[in-house]
């Protein structure tokens, strides 16, 4: 070993390490030395990272850190680290802590001043992201929806209003009632792509107006299987779009003064286009 940074007893560490999220030739050349030098693993389930660890010839100690024990057990990896080993810190796929444990054992390790070093690597959400064609100047990562369909409409309508980028996990027996919630609060017409059994045999990425994309999607039931990264578009304003404080005070002033008039006068209040109102005028008042 000639990195530097790995295994050192005289600084216990903790790696967090990035494993393949399906092709495994994905997983880098420093993850393999780290998971090859530290005194323990700890995996969300040990027993798939047993069949990652001897696919490399990789003989490591094992320790079973997920989302029911966590919060009990990062007391003990912590005592361990501060006892001069070295931890890795897995998951079944992907980077720890990214809708996967690992949260409570961090902080842990940091309050404590025990040294937390991150390695890149694969990663679902950013993987999906870069292939989408949606914008990835600014998004936002919000993670496993819920299973129920108010608490999902509710996350919709907080959402619905958002700019940017929206990225989510769903399973594929919750998929079809996902995108239903979805259409109903934020209508057939916002893009949406779903990613699916990303960097696999079957790797499916496909883009559509909502409405379309739920059609595509009960074509063909091999569509429903895998993994889902679900990324919506952000909200655009139509800009062609009146207030509606403007089309309420035209209807105020109409009452009282001839349309034309009236809509210069609104116009000129809330800054937009006088044909537009008048137009607006005509088909509502």
Not at 42 to 71: G, V, W, Y
Not at 129 to 149: C, I, N, Q, Y
Not at 164 to 176: K, M, Q, V
Not at 235 to 264: T, W
């Amino acid at each position: 070993m000639t990195d530097a940074n790995l295994s050192d007893h005289a600084h216990p560490t903790l790696y967090i390490v990035p494993t393949p999220i399906g092709n495994l030739a994905d997983i880098t050349q420093r993850a393999l030395d780290v998971l090859a030098s530290v005194d323990l693993v700890a995996a969300e389930d040990t027993r798939h990272t047993a069949r990652l660890l001897s696919h490399f010839s990789i003989n490591a100690k094992t320790f079973a850190l997920h989302e029911h024990n966590e919060q009990q057990k990062a007391a003990a990896l912590l005592a361990r680290l501060q006892q001069g080993q070295s931890v890795a810190l897995v998951s079944d796929a992907g980077t720890p802590l990214i809708s996967d444990p690992g949260y409570h054992l961090v902080t842990q390790c940091r309050e404590a001043g025990v040294r937390v070093v991150p390695l890149p690597g694969a990663c679902a959400v950013v993987t999906a992201l870069s292939a989408s064609g949606l914008p990835s100047d600014r998004f936002s990562f919000e993670g496993f929806l819920p299973p129920k369909t108010k608490a999902r409409q509710d996350t919709f309508r907080t959402l619905a209003d958002d700019p940017r980028t929206l990225i989510f996990y769903e399973s594929p027996h919750r998929i079809r009632d996902s995108l239903a919630d979805m259409r109903e609060v934020l209508g057939e017409d916002r893009r949406v792509v779903l990613a699916r059994e990303l960097t696999k045999t079957f790797e499916t990425i496909h883009g559509a107006p909502l409405g379309e994309l739920i059609a595509w999607l009960n074509e063909d039931a091999n569509r429903l299987r895998g993994e889902m990264v679900l990324l919506v578009a952000g909200y655009r304003a139509d800009k062609s779009a009146l207030p509606s404080a403007a089309c309420h005070a035209l209807g105020l002033l109409a009452a009282e003064l001839p349309l034309k008039k009236a809509a210069a006068l609104v116009a000129e209040l809330y800054s937009v286009k006088k044909n537009a109102l008048y137009k607006w005028g005509l088909e509502n008042l």
